[in-house]
């Protein structure tokens, strides 16, 4: 119904930057998303919330990442983004878009995305 499609991710040299990507779209003529977030998962390890931003621009972030990542979001174009900055080995992983969705006369679901491979090496 709707859909999240994460792009931007891909191979950089630590220190280096990406820009993250999600578009919610669907067939729907409404649909409401109040927080979207970021999370990553690393081969062998769980599925970690890296960031998430509401509509309003409240922003929430993993210790991990707070000084060198930043979210933000496109009401208008149901868009969020992920800058990622001073890129650390560490931060290798899947990054997966996630979102409550509102459809209206439907009801609420939790989405996820197919994920985006940042991948940081030298």
């Known amino acids: 119904q709707v859909q999240l499609v994460e792009s931007g991710g891909g191979l950089v040299q630590p220190g280096g930057s990406l820009r993250l990507s999600c578009v919610a779209s669907g067939t729907q003529r409404m649909f409401i998303i109040n927080t979207m977030g970021w999370y990553r998962q690393a081969p062998g390890k769980q599925r970690e919330l890296v960031a998430a931003?509401?509509?309003?621009?409240?922003?929430n972030y993993a210790d991990s990442v707070k000084g060198r990542f930043t979210i933000s979001r496109d009401n208008a174009k149901n868009t969020a983004y992920l800058q990622m900055n001073s890129l650390k080995p560490e931060d290798t992983a899947v990054y997966y878009c996630n979102a409550p969705v509102l459809i209206l006369g439907v009801g609420e679901y939790d989405s996820w995305g197919q994920g985006t491979q940042v991948t940081v090496s030298s």
């Open positions: 931003i509401t509509s309003g621009g409240s922003t």
